[in-house]
């Protein structure tokens, strides 16, 4: 089955943000500021992946979903596919991801804000499966990115957003785009924590960090989306190199659970170097398929 896949880009994602989020916000003031943001009153601001300020929504009430968010995006995407044998997948910002990523001025609790995240993005998820999607992501770097506060409520607010899913989940946590992030560590500082989540795979990156993969056998059941471009390299992989990155996860999760895919952030690459990839891991996928000596 071919699958084509919707992301939305990264500044899009504060887009998802500002748009669940049913409070004044006014670019982020905290509560006790004027109705504008100046040089003299900044917008609320929080630190990046990068650690760099970014600024922020501020919630000053209960977060509510306006309207569907993506479906208008779905159906773009249905409309330039066939219903079989294609299938279409779209991502969504995760709940624990959007709620590191705020300024709460209402909850007074971070598992509050999450689980009042969760209940929108819970929405979102329904609509797009009634929309006609055969796969929705959770998109959620922030697990990696701050792994105490993701131990203590992370999968609680994932099951609350995916408890009426009505078809095909993944998780997707990343150590950042490649051409933002380039140092990685060698191991995730949250993924076997997963295990006891609703969504059905798991999406990770393993090239450019040469991930431990034995990590992958803590999920058993879970189908992983296993990221094997090094998208911090602008050389354009052999089917050769793809292959002995999966063979490092098959130890660990049978051939039938691994979905390939790419690291994080491919839209950073040139079209050519990335449709170069593309093409590498498809023939590596073929050959996968197809067992020894095809």
């Known amino acids: 089955m071919t699958l084509i896949r919707f992301d939305r880009q990264q500044n899009c994602l504060r887009c998802v943000v500002f748009a669940f989020l049913l409070v004044t916000l006014g670019c982020g003031k905290s509560k006790d500021s004027s109705s504008s943001a100046t040089p003299e009153n900044p917008p609320v601001s929080l630190a990046s992946l990068k650690a760099d300020p970014n600024p922020v929504p501020l919630g000053t009430g209960p977060i509510r979903r306006r309207h569907p968010v993506e479906v208008e995006d779905l159906n773009f995407l249905r409309a330039h596919t066939s219903r079989s044998p294609v299938a279409v997948k779209i991502t969504v910002p995760g709940p624990f991801t959007m709620s590191q990523q705020a300024q709460d001025d209402y909850y007074g609790n971070p598992e509050s804000l999450a689980l009042g995240y969760a209940e929108a993005?819970?929405?979102?998820?329904?609509?797009?499966?009634?929309?006609?999607?055969?796969?929705?992501?959770?998109?959620?770097?922030?697990?990696?990115?701050?792994?105490?506060?993701?131990?203590?409520?992370?999968?609680?607010?994932?099951?609350?957003a995916l408890e009426e899913a009505a078809g095909t989940t993944a998780v997707h946590l990343c150590f950042g785009y490649a051409a933002i992030i380039h140092e990685r560590p060698a191991g995730y500082s949250f993924l076997p924590e997963l295990a006891a989540c609703r969504a059905d795979q798991i999406s990770i990156e393993t090239a450019q960090s040469g991930l431990d993969c034995s990590v992958l056998a803590t999920l058993d059941g879970k189908t992983i989306i296993l990221g094997v471009l090094d998208l911090n390299d602008m050389t354009v992989e052999s089917p050769e190199t793809v292959l002995a990155r999966v063979e490092r996860a098959l130890p660990h999760v049978p051939a039938e659970r691994i979905v390939l895919a790419p690291d994080c952030g491919m839209k950073y690459l040139p079209r050519d170097v990335a449709f170069g990839k593309l093409t590498t891991m498809t023939e590596a996928a073929a050959r996968l398929r197809g067992g020894p000596g095809s």
């Open 121 to 160: 993005v819970g929405e979102e998820v329904r609509d797009l499966f009634a929309a006609g999607a055969d796969i929705v992501q959770l998109d959620e770097p922030y697990l990696q990115a701050r792994p105490e506060p993701a131990r203590q409520f992370g999968v609680k607010v994932i099951n609350r």
